[in-house]
């Protein structure tokens, strides 16, 4: 009776063996992923772009080794896919708002988010006061500062230590590891994190804040300094396009409903002032972090991730962009571009 073993590097490989354990004369059929196959190609065409700089008004992330590049997708049924550099770890900064926002969604539903904070995208920079000002707290949106602080304040919990608790849980759960602290980064933001303080007190002097504004921006803080690499954060990415199931855990994270409005809110207001280029050109919902990584969910496929700490003038990684897109251009997968039928 025929053997047949498998074994995956860069790529399936077959082998057919007889009888006698001697592997039979012939041509070996090599059959690569083209999951694999997109990620090397990407990888290929953007590991020499020099566009870009370090964030550094967080002084910590200007030194940053800036020449950390990787790519890495993992599928809804738990395959990973990756080139580069797979273990060194950035801070995850804005991309941990997205699983804040899950937690916030599972405990008290859409209805709640959409009241107390809003959906809609603000047209405005990121950390803006102005946005805050024009809507008297109202429609500031959960992925930018203001509506992330006031998002972390709704988190249930009796006190800062239980706030905390649930967060570091979710984001953990969706990496399907313990994550940590980048204790550096945390402590060169928290001393110098002025804005997004007069930004909770604003919010706070309009009702839009439900705990503590002080204590809401240190935990902010905080979850935004949480240490991941590009496994992490593609198997973050893919828990969502598996409906809120851990494709590697194999634990329900949050419900199919939960991971649908948050892929909703990353779709319009994920990649800060360029969100809507962003959909032009990928079509996927998406996520940025200004500490170099990348998310984006093609759901019920995979989540994929991609990590180059040099950002363009809107924060978000150049390298990381540009391998986003040209794996979903390669795949096929941006949800806009349908095949016509012509018969």
């Known amino acids: 009776m025929k053997r047949i073993f498998s074994l995956l590097i860069a790529g399936v490989f077959f082998l057919t063996w007889n009888a006698s354990g001697q592997a039979k004369k012939g041509k070996t059929e090599v059959v690569i992923s083209p999951y694999q196959l997109a990620v090397d190609h990407a990888f290929e065409k953007c590991k020499d ?33 990756y080139k580069g550099d797979l273990d060194s770890r950035v801070s995850i900064q804005s991309i941990s708002k997205v699983f804040t926002l899950a937690r916030v969604l599972e405990e008290q539903g859409p209805k709640a988010v959409m009241d107390k904070i809003g959906v809609d995208a603000t047209g405005l920079r990121f950390n803006s006061i102005i946005a805050i000002e024009l809507q008297k707290g109202k429609e500031i949106n959960p992925l930018v500062n203001p509506g992330a602080i006031a998002t972390t304040s709704l988190v249930a919990g009796a006190d800062s ?55 809401s921006t240190d935990i902010y803080t905080k979850q935004c300094a949480l240490n991941v690499n590009t496994r992490d954060l593609a198997t973050m990415a893919a828990t969502l396009a598996n409906g809120g199931f851990n494709p590697v855990t194999k634990k329900k994270v949050v419900s199919p409903e939960t991971a649908a409005f948050t892929l909703s809110v990353m ?3 994920g990649l800060y002032d360029d969100s809507g280029q962003w959909l032009f ?36 990684s150049v390298k990381a962009q540009r391998a986003i ?3 979903s251009r390669e795949l096929k997968v941006n949800p806009y571009l349908v095949e016509p039928r012509t018969k």
């Open 49 to 81: 772009i020099k566009e870009g700089k370090n964030a550094d008004y967080i002084k910590e992330l200007a030194s940053v080794d800036s020449n950390i590049f990787g790519i890495c997708i993992v599928t809804v049924d738990g395959q990973v896919f």
């Open 161 to 215: 230590a239980a706030k905390w608790k649930s967060i570091i849980q979710i984001q953990s759960e969706f990496a399907g590891r313990p994550l940590d602290i980048n204790r550096p980064v945390y402590i060169s933001e928290a001393g110098d994190n002025l804005r997004n303080q007069a930004i909770a007190h604003l919010l706070f002097a309009y009702n839009r804040m439900y705990f503590d504004p002080v204590q």
């Open 281 to 316: 050109a990928v079509g996927l919902p998406g996520k940025s972090g200004v500490g170099g990584g990348i998310i984006a969910v093609c759901p019920g496929k995979f989540g994929i991730a991609a990590i180059s700490p040099p950002l363009n003038e809107a924060g978000n």
């Open 267 to 269: 779709a319009t207001a």
């Open 325 to 327: 897109f040209e794996v």
